[in-house]
């Protein structure tokens, strides 16, 4: 009797094992195997329009300002917010955030909250977080493609929701390439990892049209109403959650309250009077976006920056964290009538990269760029990173967002760019990009020679880095449509 209970459970083991085997057959066929032998759409050949605007624009470059400007439009919030992020990593400047959503909505502001489903970070104790935000009348949580919607369906993994955006009341905006977290705002000291990073913040003057936050509304409001944004707040909560969600919200409004003591008392405090002294004027723009739908997506993004590129007939400025153009990407780079008298293309050093899978990508195709007629630097300091994403043209245009240069910013993940026509910002942003981020950067030649900038020693990766890197570039080159 004993052994035949002991056959049985081997018999439900093994074949629990081999029900798992498959499913993971399955979702890695699902997921890799799938988009990695597919075919992405071609580059999409649209007129590029840019609307004239009465907006103005103020150039977001240091963590501490970037997070004041949010703080500020939030607090300000009269009628509705709106906001997008990939992930929210733990931190004071998390909790804050979530302090002055909370208490923008107990005002009365209609809020809607869109974060990625897989990488939102709001985990373990945040999870409270999420529970104060379900109870809220006022609020309205979404995930975009939940943990659940991947297991179900695998190539679901690959439809991540990457734009960063934050909209109040249709007057202020906010858009880059910064997440929620005390990584992107404060560095606390020389050894603590950092990651530099840009945003926009456009303001609409009183009486004038809205027309590049109105276009970020509505693909906001389609992003917010899409099949793949699933609510949170469509049940009700056990009691222990509705006691936890209680006290979370307690804590939040409690900590909201007391920042504000801690600012009445600071000699200096941004405001919004700040941010319109500092902003400067917008001839035109748009709002470019790819579109919205699994699998792989209309890369509208890349073929716009493509054309901003072919029209540029002086200066071409790229900055991206890393560079990983696959395959088609590369020919449609080498199709594209790109003819300037200055290109510069800045990534990050091996020593710098925070993306160990990402880096390997980038040393692959280095040899791209340094053969091409751009001049190429990797970012060298340690301990630090780069995470802007921006492309300047002719010293002229400047498009600023959430797109890297790479196979899944092109395809896979919803992404968004605000392209600006404002000579006086692009002067801020290539001005920034020389003294703070080129002068502490190598540049590669094409005789294999390495140029260090004024203001950089050449410090090499540590020992891991020098091993795992290029260890991974041969799975970096087969997935490199993935990363």
């Known amino acids: 009797m004993k052994k035949g209970k002991t056959e049985q459970l081997k018999r439900a083991i093994k074949l629990a094992g081999g029900l798992i085997g498959l499913y993971v057959l399955y979702f890695i066929a699902g997921a890799v195997v799938f988009p990695i032998l597919s075919t992405p759409p071609d580059v999409v050949e649209r007129e590029l329009e840019f609307y004239e605007t009465d907006e103005q624009v103020a150039l977001l470059e240091y963590g501490l300002e970037a997070f004041g400007a949010r703080m500020d439009i939030i607090d300000q919030a009269e009628e509705t917010i709106e906001v997008s992020y990939f992930y929210m990593e733990d931190g004071q400047s998390v909790q804050l955030f979530y302090a002055y959503i909370m208490a923008a909505a107990d005002r009365g502001v209609e809020v809607r909250y869109l974060l990625d489903g897989l990488f939102h970070g709001v985990r373990g104790e945040d999870r409270d977080v999420l529970r104060a935000f379900n109870d809220h009348p006022n609020i309205e949580l979404k995930l975009h493609e939940p943990v659940a919607s991947v297991f179900i369906a695998p190539w679901r993994l690959n439809n991540r929701l990457h734009d960063k955006m934050l909209v109040v009341d249709g007057e202020h905006a906010i858009i880059g390439g910064r997440n929620v977290g005390d990584l ?62 209680e006290e979370q919200y307690s804590e939040l409004i409690e900590k909201y309250e007391e920042h504000q003591r801690e600012l009445e008392e600071r000699e200096y405090t941004s405001n919004l009077e700040n ?209």
């Not at 000291?189 to 303001?203: A, H, K, M, Q, T």
């Not at 004038?208 to 389609?222: F, N, W």
């Not at 790819?290 to 072919?310: G, H, M, V």
């Open 184 to 245: 992107y705002y404060e560095r606390t000291g020389e050894d603590v990892g950092y990651s530099y990073d840009r945003d926009v913040l456009l303001i609409k003057p009183e009486e004038a049209d809205g027309v590049l936050i109105e276009q970020m509304r509505s693909y906001y409001t389609d992003l917010f109403e899409s099949d793949y944004a699933y609510s949170q707040n469509n049940r009700t909560l056990f009691g222990w959650e509705q006691n936890r969600a």
């Open 275 to 483: 941010w319109e002294e500092r902003s400067v004027e917008i001839n035109g723009g748009f709002l470019t976006h790819n579109s919205i739908e699994r699998n792989f997506k209309q890369p509208y993004i890349w073929s716009d920056l493509l054309t901003l590129a072919s029209q540029a007939e002086d200066t071409l400025f790229i900055q991206s964290p890393w560079v990983i153009p696959d395959r088609h990407m590369r020919r449609h780079l080498s199709e594209a009538d790109i003819s300037v008298n200055e290109g510069t293309i800045l990534t990050n050093g091996i020593s710098t990269n925070s993306n160990t899978a990402a880096q390997a990508g980038t040393e692959n195709r280095r040899q791209f760029f340094v053969d091409s007629f751009m001049d190429y630097y990797e970012y060298q300091p340690k301990e630090s990173s780069l995470h802007m994403k921006t492309m300047v043209v002719d010293e002229q245009i400047s498009a600023v967002g959430a797109f890297n240069f790479d196979a899944r910013s092109t395809w896979l993940s919803t992404e968004s760019m605000i392209v600006l026509d404002s000579e006086e910002l692009a002067r801020q942003i290539l001005d920034e990009a020389e003294e703070s981020y080129l002068k502490k950067s190598v540049r590669f030649d094409a005789d294999g020679s390495k140029v260090p900038g004024e203001k950089t020693d050449v410090k090499d990766a540590v020992w891991w880095q020098r091993i795992l890197i290029p260890a991974l570039r041969p799975l970096a080159w087969i997935v490199e449509s993935l990363l």
